[in-house]
């Protein structure tokens, strides 16, 4: 299955301001997924980014607070801007590698907001 | 996606066969199961997927039976490290429009020495 590196680990963030996530898939993929899990909870998808297009967001996500870019086929990043307390969370990105719903998953990404 | 029902949370001890059961009575006719595992602080990982009867890898078994409404991820002699959370999805993995994962609550399984 494909490898993903994810970055960074962890952060802490002030308020008001903005974090770009990385996430770095060692094949080429269709498309990526981005998904944000509060503490003590399960995933939620955010929006799913395809090369080439604009990225495609979830009930609940907006372009402006979680814009996403897809340069290529093996890269993707995720920007949590203007952040709030709210926000941390842990973010992973995951591609689709074993068939469908064989998603493979980054470690992820745990932001802290204060 | 089917929705699915699984027990928050279950205790084992090591060296025992622990199996987890969900339950997805609305299953379609074309819809796949799929399991999940969560460390603390990883992302999920496949562990298994299956359409009828058994299915068995190097990790677990996963057993259906006939009708599809409830599914068993079987951890055969579990160890302190298969404590985590796990996650059974359902799905239709040939619906090229139906690519997103929905995941539920997931049942965490703490393995106890």
């Known amino acids: 299955s494909a490898v993903i590196s994810q970055k960074p680990s962890r952060d802490i963030c002030q308020r008001g301001t903005s974090l770009t996530i990385q996430c770095q898939v060692d094949s080429q993929v269709t498309m990526m997924f981005w998904y944000r899990q509060q503490p003590g909870q399960s995933l939620t998808l955010i929006a799913t980014a395809n090369q080439g297009s604009e990225a495609t967001y979830e009930s609940g996500f907006v372009i402006d607070k979680f814009p996403i870019s897809r340069p290529n086929l093996t890269f993707s990043t995720l920007t949590v801007s203007n952040m709030s307390p709210e926000d941390s969370s842990i973010y992973l990105c995951s591609v689709e590698t074993q068939g469908r719903y064989g998603y493979t998953f980054g470690s992820g990404t745990r932001l802290t907001v204060v | 996606l089917a929705k699915t029902t699984q027990p928050i949370s279950m205790d084992s001890y090591e060296g025992q066969e622990v199996n987890i059961t969900c339950s997805h009575n609305n299953i379609a006719t074309n819809d796949y199961i799929t399991w999940y595992q969560q460390f603390p602080s990883q992302g999920p990982r496949f562990i298994i997927q299956g359409y009828k009867t058994k299915v068995t890898n190097e990790v677990a078994s996963l057993f259906i039976p006939a009708d599809r409404k409830s599914s068993t991820l079987s951890l055969p002699r579990v160890s302190l490290s298969d404590t985590a959370v796990y996650y059974c999805?359902?799905?239709?993995?040939?619906?090229?429009?139906?690519?997103?994962?929905?995941f539920g609550k997931g049942t965490l399984l703490t393995v106890n020495p």
């Open positions: 999805l359902v799905g239709d993995i040939e619906d090229g429009s139906n690519y997103k994962l929905t």
